[in-house]
């Protein structure tokens, strides 16, 4: 039998929570996964899920700039960490990481500072998790059609599921404290590997069911295009010096785009139907003229 959407391990879900928690404290982040040099972080082992149905899909999220609000916050705590660290001046160093986002941030300063020594580079990197806990996410929120959006997928029975590059734990506390863990089965983080790896860790675990990808960046579009079954959906974003449209991101592969996902259970309907098939014309045998 197949699970309930936000159900995992077959419990009866009982009522969501009316309000965010109010007041939880977000920790001080003590250092920083390892993506540049082994592809995963350090954190928790990975559970082994047996493989299972749902009944009508399953919706994976990126949490940085397609739930939370948080793309401009993040953007200018990366600005000025890398004019310090390298010196680059803080508009240009923003556009970088806002045209490389979707990569971990050490993946992101290996391309950007390829010539930096590797220890500037880390160092760079946990000033930079420590400030977007207490000067990012710290005043972040979901974008303002997220709740309903969620809450309405989840009726229509779609699985839910979150890939992020942000520290696991991290995004478990966010989303308890905006009120919204509640609708998913699973948050896959920076502990259990790459943004494709969690598409394939998913793939495995719903083998027959039709999937997506909701992202904000051409990597996030990429990655679902990486794993056979996976489909890419686009938020499109427009922050300080910066805009992703509709357009661009369907040139790296997104099936469905929009600058707001209140569209969005309208549309997962539509783009899991297989196409239907065109119906064979029926052609008559030529016939051939008597000579």
């Known amino acids: 039998m197949?699970?309930?959407?936000?159900?995992?391990?077959?419990?009866?879900?009982?009522?969501?929570?009316?309000?965010?928690?109010?007041?939880?404290?977000?920790?001080?982040?003590?250092?920083?996964?390892?993506?540049?040099?082994?592809?995963?972080?350090?954190?928790?082992?990975?559970?082994?899920?047996?493989?299972?149905?749902?009944?009508?899909?399953?919706?994976?999220?990126?949490?940085?700039?397609?739930?939370?609000?948080?793309?401009?916050?993040?953007?200018?705590?990366?600005?000025?960490?890398?004019?310090?660290?390298?010196?680059?001046?803080?508009?240009?160093?923003?556009?970088?990481?806002?045209?490389?986002?979707?990569?971990?941030?050490?993946?992101?300063?290996?391309q950007l500072y390829p010539e930096a020594p590797a220890a500037l580079r880390a160092a760079t990197a946990r000033t930079f998790h420590q400030r977007k806990v207490t000067e990012a996410y710290a005043k972040s929120k979901p974008f303002k059609e997220v709740p309903k959006m969620l809450k309405q997928l989840d009726r229509d029975r779609w699985t839910l599921a979150i890939?992020?590059?942000?520290?696991?734990?991290?995004?478990?506390?966010?989303?308890?404290?905006?009120?919204?863990?509640?609708?998913?089965?699973?948050?896959?983080g920076s502990a259990e590997g790459t943004k494709r790896e969690h598409l394939?860790?998913?793939r495995?675990?719903?083998?027959?069911?039709?999937?997506?990808?909701?992202?904000?960046?051409?990597?996030?579009?990429?990655?679902?295009?990486?794993?056979?079954?996976?489909?890419?959906i686009g938020r499109a974003s427009t922050v300080r010096g910066w805009a992703l449209t509709p357009d661009d991101l369907a040139k790296w592969g997104a099936r469905w785009a929009d600058y707001s996902l209140s569209g969005l259970?309208?549309?997962?309907p539509r783009l899991a139907s297989p196409a239907p098939a065109r119906e064979a014309k029926k052609t008559r045998p030529r016939k051939t003229r008597k000579k």
């Open 2 to 110: 197949p699970e309930p959407s936000g159900s995992p391990g077959g419990r009866t879900p009982s009522e969501p929570p009316d309000a965010p928690l109010e007041g939880l404290e977000l920790p001080m982040v003590a250092s920083a996964s390892q993506f540049a040099e082994v592809g995963r972080g350090v954190g928790r082992p990975r559970v082994e899920v047996a493989p299972s149905r749902v009944e009508r899909g399953v919706v994976v999220f990126d949490l940085d700039g397609t739930l939370l609000d948080d793309l401009g916050l993040i953007g200018d705590v990366a600005a000025d960490v890398m004019h310090q660290a390298f010196g680059t001046p803080p508009e240009e160093a923003r556009i970088h990481y806002l045209a490389t986002t979707g990569m971990p941030f050490e993946a992101q300063l290996a």
């Open 163 to 188: 890939s992020t590059g942000a520290e696991t734990e991290m995004a478990e506390l966010l989303l308890e404290r905006e009120g919204l863990r509640y609708w998913f089965v699973e948050v896959l």
């Open 200 to 202: 394939a860790e998913y």
């Open 204 to 232: 495995r675990r719903y083998p027959e069911s039709a999937m997506f990808l909701v992202g904000d960046s051409r990597f996030d579009m990429e990655a679902a295009a990486s794993v056979s079954g996976v489909l890419p």
């Open 265 to 268: 259970p309208e549309a997962l």
